[in-house]
């Protein structure tokens, strides 16, 4: 028996080659059964719907990586706005929808010639002016370029490109006066938000209804996957979403094809109905395990009876990153119980029967072993049902400890109080460090020294003011996250009315200071985060170039001296 | 030669490199003393009035006025350097007249500290000498006279100072204070070697008619030169009471200096100079490393104007600098190495052009007088010319990372994580964004510089290479971006559209 879906799936992946979804605009087409039934909505679209029927006309421009799905978008708007499917061989097209609005849409700016591309900006200024709306999708480059025929600076054109907010511009045209023109790079957003999208499309029962009647079904790992992965559902999202929210915070970012890559190889294991229907007529347990989503999702698969890394699924942006971070070699706490207890009723009967099917891996090589440990890791990571606090325990010993922190404060509705104490005192500690090289005494202060780059302690150092732990606050700004439709939390440092971003690996920074893993060469991409919240600090306290302090370390405790000088001598103060 | 005023018969009796590159680059001059030179002409005060008896010093913190009086007066604090460094420095150069004077200027500042609480002045001397010695700039183990401290505060840029054995260990230990302070040699340019001035001159020639520029510039000096401003004022108190303790006429003491002449071929880059400075300098960095960014950023300048220099005097086409940060190409790291080559032949060639003045050489310099006006001659000046021109271009580059390997063959250019630092910070504009090309253009169009894209056609087409290096050239950009991206600098718009950026906000001054 063939399931067409599983053929779909491996589509989606470029873990081998031919894989024509993976790198085409294909995927949207009307090939096959499938597309349609993975089809889901994203939140942008209605914000884009909102923006070309509000107001007067005006222009917006959808850009982004290829990959980032500004087809499917536009296709979405085109679909919600008529009720039908866009037409694919059209370049361009129009309709009408709220308000009475006439809205023209350019599918691929980058499909036109050069002049061709500046004429359709010409047409689309003309129609604004016409009160009607365009949405044009452009790669950036085509778009710089007619931008820039038209007139506008590089740096004004950056400027529109390098923002999440959706902001109507008006934009000042030599021949044409001011165009309002919003633009939504894609590029900037985060995508987690298909995660859920996507693999709650993909476990409907009605796609994997052939493998209910398939002889293989026993043997089948890609029908135990779809199985165990509609039992674990919530936690596996939960998981993805992390990993992926975790690298965006620190600048890895992944487009839509990359991501929907990433999950359909994890589902599949680049296996399909033909390979599984070569398989001996026994089922092999270490073959089912080592191909579930979770071993699979970290880019390892079975092959001669090992959980071995898939070296074909590196293709895929995201399992290279994840092989790279080697994330599933940290510590967790749960590890006593599984691989010392072997407690495996912290999985549900499905997943724990097969591990005690598996467990005579532990029996092997060293090396083997230990892979055999990192596979039920991986399985933990995912399958595991002991609630909350223990997904507390995972992101805090996976991910980091202020990634929990902050993975709290963005999912609860209210603000705790608790976090924020947490947040200020690890901020307060690390730039206790950063600014005098120790952590703090028992005085709550901060003496903002003079300090020389890579060095961390020195026993005299010149203060240049002093700032006390009650003076700092942290605040909470919320701001709407358009592609999930939540309320992102940013979190600032607030002192003597200057606001300061406390980013995700700027609090991670501070938390490794805090706890004594003083890096003496600071990832220059957070160093220059971290010397802008120092000037702001330095700008804010900064003490007239006549007072002197001097702060020294008597072994135990710093010591701060004021020292006044006049014709008669030095005032020491102590 | 700049200014209009130079002295043209001293120009021609010049050695061959300061005819070619202007007064002077010596060898033996750090990254740090072209700095902190540099920052001591500007800190200076440019005019002494007499009046009657009392003689009053302007022009402190700021640039010359008038290019042609380009004199600067600097008190070299000895008794202020012998309290910071004296203690610690090794054991030549510690004169029993120094140990005296020393011992006799930690009593006096014991004497004038009072402590209110609990401690001894002894101990908070000494707290005092830390406070100061934490801010060392150069010890490089040398005497305790020709260490620096790092330009944190005016009262802070010594000018040189060097002791000399015969004569200091010759002085009696009762000596009078306003002999001993003043038994140095001040003038003898041995470390402070006149590269800072040289850069003073370029800076002064890049801000003729813009007296915007002029004022911007002074502004953001004068910040970074304030960087701990309250130690200069312990500094000066300490300098002053050991003038008033010891009856040390400051102004017997004050020593003039008198910059000199650069060619007029650092035109082009001296505005670019000025407008690169004040781009970094208006950054919200921290001051000090400010100051580490800028040592290294002076000597890239410098280079650059010296190569200009180099193929104007020399009648070659306008130079590019081809660098290497392909992390591994052969092809890029071989022309690279021949675009170092051709800096050294161009400086090399304007080192030449001296020659004519053989004459005038010979009978200028006392070490040259015993040579005759023959090949043996020529090939000496040569030699002490090269050690003193691309020399320096070779150590001190190698010193900033901009010249690898550090030792061996197949010297080449390339940058590293603290000189794209520098550029990204002195191209752009506090917050500044620009696309790649953009940033590719600036670095062509100050630096001369080539790694990859448009410039490279160029680069081509100047050299008449027939061969295609695209790939080559493309892996070169590759590593170029994987650095930016490393270092923080480098964002991606999209796949078509990656922007280079200066993070830092700007300051409010």
Known sequence: MKNGFVSYLNTMHNASGSNEHAIAENNINDKDNFSGEILFERNITEKIIEKLCEGLGKIVILTGHAGDGKTSILQEIVRRCTGKEMDARKLQDDFIYRNNRHIHYVKDMSEHEKEEQIQIFREAIQAVKREESVILISNTGPLFHALQELGMEEERIIELLDTTRLKENQENFREYGPVPIVVVNLALFDNSDIIGKFLEKTLQEKLWSDCQNCEKREYCPICFNQENMRENKKQIMDFCEWYYRWNFEHGERFTVRQILAHLSYAITGNLNCKNIAKLLGRRNQKRILYNTFSNLFFGFHYEKELSLRDVDALQIKPIALIQKQKLDTRKIPAEYALFVQNNLHIFRPKMEELLEACQTGKTGMLEEKKEYFRVMKRAYFMYHQKGEQENIDIQKAVFSEMFSDYMQLQNSERIRKDIIMNIKRITFQGLHVLFMGTPPDEDDKIYLTARRRGRMMQNVQISQGVIYKDSLDICIEEKENMTNGKKEKIIQLFYNNVYMELKLPVLEYFKELESGLIQNKIDPRLSQGVENIKAKLYQARRKSREDLTIVYSNGTKFQKTEVTIDENGIWVQN | ?509
């Open chain 2, 1 to 509: 030669m700049f200014p209009e005023n130079f002295n043209q018969k001293e120009y021609e009796s010049s050695n061959l490199s300061i005819q070619a590159f202007g007064k002077r680059l010596y060898k033996d001059q750090t990254v740090y003393e072209y700095l902190l030179e540099f920052l001591l002409v500007f800190c200076s005060p440019k005019e002494k009035i007499v009046n009657g008896e009392r003689t009053e010093y302007k022009g402190e913190l700021s640039f010359h006025k008038d290019s042609n009086q380009l004199q600067y007066y600097a008190n070299p604090r000895i008794g202020l350097k012998r309290f910071i460094f004296f203690e610690k420095s090794k054991k030549e150069g510690k004169f029993p007249i120094d140990r005296e004077n020393y011992q006799d200027i930690k009593e006096m500042i014991k004497e004038s500290i009072h402590i209110d609480g609990s401690g001894e002045p002894e101990d908070f001397a000494a707290i005092l000498q830390d406070a100061f010695y934490g801010f060392s700039a150069i010890l490089k183990n040398r005497s305790w006279f020709a260490q620096s401290l790092l330009p944190i505060a005016p009262e802070l840029i010594f000018c040189e100072s060097i002791g000399n054995k015969g004569k200091r260990t010759k002085l009696a230990l009762d000596a009078e204070s306003n002999k001993t302070e003043k038994d140095f040699e001040f003038t003898q340019h041995s470390f402070m070697a006149r590269g800072g001035e040289l850069y003073y001159l370029s800076i002064l020639l890049g801000l003729e008619g813009r007296k915007e520029l002029r004022e911007s510039l002074e502004k953001q000096l004068y910040q970074l030169v304030h960087a701990v401003g309250s130690l200069g004022q312990l500094g000066e108190f300490i300098q002053k009471k050991w003038e008033v303790h010891e009856g040390i006429q400051r102004e017997k003491q004050m020593q003039k200096y008198v910059c000199d002449f650069i060619p007029k071929g650092y035109k082009r880059r001296a505005e670019y100079n000025c407008r690169e400075l004040v781009n970094l300098l208006s950054a919200s960095l921290n001051e000090l490393n400010k100051i580490e960014y800028l040592g290294m950023g002076m000597m890239l300048q410098i280079f650059r104007m010296m190569h200009e220099q180099a193929c104007i005097r020399a009648g070659i086409e306008e130079p590019v600098w081809l660098l290497d940060v392909s992390r591994g190409n052969k092809n890029i790291r071989k022309m690279s190495e021949q675009s170092f080559l051709e800096f050294g032949e161009a400086v090399t060639a304007a080192n030449i052009v001296g020659l004519q003045n053989i004459e005038s050489i010979r009978s200028g310099a006392a070490k040259y007088k015993k040579y005759e006006p023959d090949e043996t001659f020529e090939m000496k000046l040569k030699e002490d010319a090269e050690k003193n021109t691309f020399g320096v271009v070779k150590a001190l580059g190698k010193e900033i990372c901009f010249v690898v390997p550090k030792k061996g063959a197949s010297e080449r250019m390339t940058l590293s994580e603290d000189l794209i630092s520098f550029l990204v910070m002195a191209l752009l504009k506090p917050n500044q964004k620009v696309t790649l090309d953009t940033f590719y253009e600036k670095l062509y169009e100050h630096y001369g510089i080539v790694i990859g894209g448009k410039q490279s056609g160029l680069y081509s087409s100047q050299k008449h290479i027939g061969q295609n290096y695209e790939i080559d050239f493309r892996e070169n950009e590759k590593g170029f971006l994987q650095l930016l991206r490393d270092s923080g600098y480098l964002r991606e718009l999209s796949d078509a559209t990656a922007i280079v950026m200066n993070p830092y906000e700007g300051n409010r001054i």
